[in-house]
């Protein structure tokens, strides 16, 4: 998608296609309305700024929408697409040793008995030791710090899928010999 692609979408389409890089509904409608953007990078500030402004509820219902490290895609309505980004971001799971996803799924099971949601983590680059070691770290946080470290991520994450979002536009325009760049 081109940034002025996303910046003319009609209201509801561009807040489905925003929900591919947050599952947060009032992040997505907030991102709507502050369309349109001037440049990737002022997507990436609003989306920044819109985010730390959201509430613990908000938040939580960002990190529903991610499958648990080394699962499948999450379900449910709305999610559509970010499955196979999902699956992009936690390439480092594929291929782990059966110790180290049975050390996920457990870890991943006491994480969201300790905190009330998954683990989350911005996957990308990392293999599936250092996410386990991650996982087991942060485990001995306190409840209110890990809270704001799994929103940071989350927030990383949102940054990348952005990227992606109008990136693809990007790669699409240059297949087509357009080197228009939003």
């Not at 389409?13 to 992040?27: F, V």
């Not at 819109?50 to 080394?70: Q, V």
């Not at 971001?89 to 180290?100: F, P, R």
């Not at 949601?117 to 996982?135: H, P, Q, R």
């Amino acid at each position: 998608m081109q940034l002025d692609d996303l910046n003319t979408l009609e209201a509801d389409s561009a807040a489905r296609e925003l929900l591919r890089c947050c599952g947060s509904t009032a992040w997505a409608r907030q991102m709507t309305a502050a369309r349109p953007f001037a440049t990737a990078a002022a997507v990436e500030e609003a989306g920044d700024r819109i985010w730390w402004r959201l509430d613990e509820a908000d938040w939580r219902e960002a990190f529903a929408a991610h499958p648990k490290i080394g699962a499948g895609p999450a379900g449910g309505a709305g999610r559509a697409g970010r499955g196979d980004w999902s699956a992009e971001e936690q390439a480092g799971v594929t291929g782990a040793s059966a110790g180290v996803t049975a050390r996920l799924a457990a870890a991943n099971r006491d994480y969201e008995a300790r905190f009330g949601y998954i683990f989350i983590v911005c996957a990308t680059g990392k293999s599936a030791a250092e996410m386990l070691e991650a996982l087991e770290r942060r485990l001995g946080n306190a409840p209110g710090r890990e809270l704001r470290i799994a929103a940071e991520e989350q927030r990383k994450i949102t940054r990348l899928r952005l990227a992606k979002l109008i990136d693809g536009g990007l790669a699409a325009a240059a297949t087509e010999g357009r080197t228009d760049r939003p």
